[in-house]
């Protein structure tokens, strides 16, 4: 009797355990993939302060991160396209690499239409806040 019980009370846990969990079916590089339009840019950190500041950009400007086997991201600014890739972290976090440098990112918001982000330049001051929609 006390062995079927003892079964009883394991069977019932275990089950509560799998139905409490809440389980995330959408990952942040499932949520960024794809093209988005790069509204605007704010740099800080430069040095060279022309070079800080809010940068607007037309709907021609993307941000497009790539569902391919090398996680490519491409960046299409003024006319100038320029490839990296990124690899995702932990939680909200993740990284750009591009040939000017490694930029370490956190998500702010991220949703089905905008996609907001701080990039802070690996051993430099420089951080840009990407505001991108779909």
Known sequence: MKRQIATLCLILISTIILFSCKKDNTSVKARITGKWTVNKIEVSGNS???????FNYTINDYMDFKANNDDQVELGLNNQRTI??????????FQLVFPEGTYYCTVATLSGSQLQFTAKMDKTNVSKVFYLTR
Do not use: K, V
């Open 48 to 54: 060279n302060e022309s070079l800080n500041g809010t």
């Open 84 to 93: 990296g890739s990124y690899i995702i972290s932990l939680g909200t976090e």
